[in-house]
């Protein structure tokens, strides 16, 4: 018995795939969701998504959204989820320095918003990638 | 001899136009590919988050309703109207102008706010009340868009300075075919829910439906903005490559004239010479 997941953001459908195991970051702390889960709804928080699918481990970034399980079907709503190897260090560094830019200068209440979700996704983005590259090497 | 000048830089003018709705055409076609991929790709999301958000209501009794959910006895009714900033995509906008207006006669007191400076004036000249614009841009239209308008929809539905809030815009089916529609917002429409499928929910469903129902207002109002934005690009993709091929038209036609002229004045020419000739053979 396998589990049908799928991770949906506004922009592509990011994995879909059968696996047999799901780690997800919730408001209500980390939960792993096995074959035959109850049907739950839950909100996901920004952190580290991991997919087992036989031996193989897949690490996802995700900010947040939701989560909903029905008859082993498991869907993942996000703004914004990338998987660890498609994370570009560079590219999240510079992001990272733009939004703290953003932060000290005197900007509006809607620049500053963009700037902190784009501020959590860049941080969440290097921490992923760095605690992946420490376990590949 | 004046007349085939003017035919000449008529040719000229014509070829000139057809450049540019070339150009125009070849712009959106590259515009339009990517609009229709953010378009296509939102799709299943907004589906998915609507099915989520349905079936979380289905699971509330009626006193933990929603600020959103509730109906309230307001008459006004705020409606949105995306379109284009520009003209030039052929019968889209006044295919919109002509559903705005139809809605403006069938309702009163309607409360108005635009994306795109093209139906702006339509309002004013509407006589009715314009609480906000704000430019659609020529670029995808980017999520940032929504917050302020969603912050309006709030400041006026929770104050119930309105009834209900509706969209209107134009519906990306294909290149060929966009349809103004007018959708509903809020309140939230509480007839088509199913019982829900959930059994468990963390934290508990009151909680969790405030962000959803944000969540899910944000993106369908981001999803209407996409498919605005492919329907414009694939009606001026259509339009400009009509435009091109009238100029091209025109230029063969002008084309036509022009030689026939040319030919006309040899042959004239011709005559002369022959004429002249055949006088000093003669003398």
Redesign the interface.
Known sequence: MNLLFEIITPEKVIYKDEVNEITAPTVTGEITILPNHVNLLTQITPGELIVKKGNNLQHLAVTGGFLEIQNNKVSVLAEYAIKAQDIEVARATEAKKRAEKVMSEKSTDNELRVAQAEMIKAILELKIATKHKKRAV | MANLLLLKRRIKAAGNVSKTTKAMQMIAVSKLKKAQD?TF??R??VE??SS?SQ??LGKLNNESLHVYMKKNDSKNNLVIILAPDKGLCGGLITNLIRRIVSFNNENKNNLYLTVGKKVESTITNLGAELIASFKFGSTLPS??MV??IAQIIDEYFLSRKVGTVKIISTNFTSIFSQKPVITDLLPIDLSQIESS???????L?DE?LP??LR?YLE?TI?QHLLESYASEQGAKMVAMQNATDNALEIVQDLQLEYNKGRQEKITNEILDIGSAAFTFAYE
């Open positions: 953010a790709a939102g299943p999301y998915k988050l989520i079936n979380v999520f940032n917050l302020p499928s959930f059994s468990l929910f963390e934290p469903a969790l962000p959803l969540h993106m981001y």
